[in-house]
């Protein structure tokens, strides 16, 4: 039914979905670019219902309220207080390490306004679990959302980096004011 809803609605708005998940990923990082406006959730969902996909995600605390908690926890919402520094990139770790199987979706600027930088969280998170990297992308100019393929980080940030910061090149965010595609 989920499948059935994703197809539906992104239909309705023009869109498509390009790309897909590897099969047989069990662990994964999906970094997620650009995201300058609320759209992209909804668009993003229908992908990963579309790929059936199972995952989590990190969404403000203060999303977190009596009726939206239960979308969001219903959904794989992970809540976070971004006011404070609670060790999140380390959590996220020991969680990926526990379990068997689990795909984490971590938006790369971290927020939907203008940042100088990228967060790099994601990077670590996949480093310190040893697990691959998923990009993820809505293109408002293609109207497109979607997956590229898994990432093997080598550990050379830079390098890494360049290779991430050239797979978004070009992806057209809603508002493109907000968006800073450089990496670091």
């Given at each position: 039914m989920k499948k059935l809803l994703s197809k539906l609605f992104?239909?309705?708005?023009?869109?498509?979905?390009?790309?897909?998940?590897?099969a047989g990923v069990k662990k994964a990082v999906l970094v997620c670019a650009p995201h300058t406006s609320n759209w992209d959730f909804p668009f993003a969902l229908a992908a990963f219902n579309l790929a059936g996909l199972k995952l989590n995600y990190f969404i403000k605390k203060s999303w977190f309220f009596f009726p939206m908690n239960l979308f969001f926890?219903?959904?794989?919402?992970?809540?976070?207080?971004?006011?404070?520094?609670?060790?999140?990139?380390?959590?996220?770790?020991?969680?990926?390490?526990?379990?068997?199987?689990?795909?984490?979706?971590?938006?790369?600027?971290?927020?939907?306004?203008?940042v100088p930088k990228w967060k790099t969280g994601f990077y670590h998170i996949a480093m310190g679990a040893n697990v691959p990297l998923l990009m993820g992308f809505v293109d408002y100019k293609k109207k497109e959302v979607g997956f590229g393929s898994l990432f093997e980080l080598s550990?050379?940030?830079?390098?890494?980096?360049?290779?991430?910061?050239?797979?978004?090149?070009?992806?057209?965010?809603?508002?493109?004011?907000?968006?800073?595609?450089?990496?670091?």
């Open positions: 992104l239909k309705m708005m023009g869109w498509k979905m390009v790309g897909e998940v590897p926890k219903a959904t794989g919402g992970v809540p976070v207080d971004r006011s404070k520094n609670h060790g999140v990139v380390e959590a996220m770790i020991l969680t990926l390490k526990e379990r068997e199987e689990m795909i984490v979706a971590v938006t790369a600027e971290g927020t939907r306004s203008w550990g050379d940030f830079e390098k890494d980096m360049i290779k991430i910061q050239e797979f978004f090149k070009g992806r057209t965010p809603k508002y493109p004011e907000k968006y800073n595609p450089v990496i670091f």
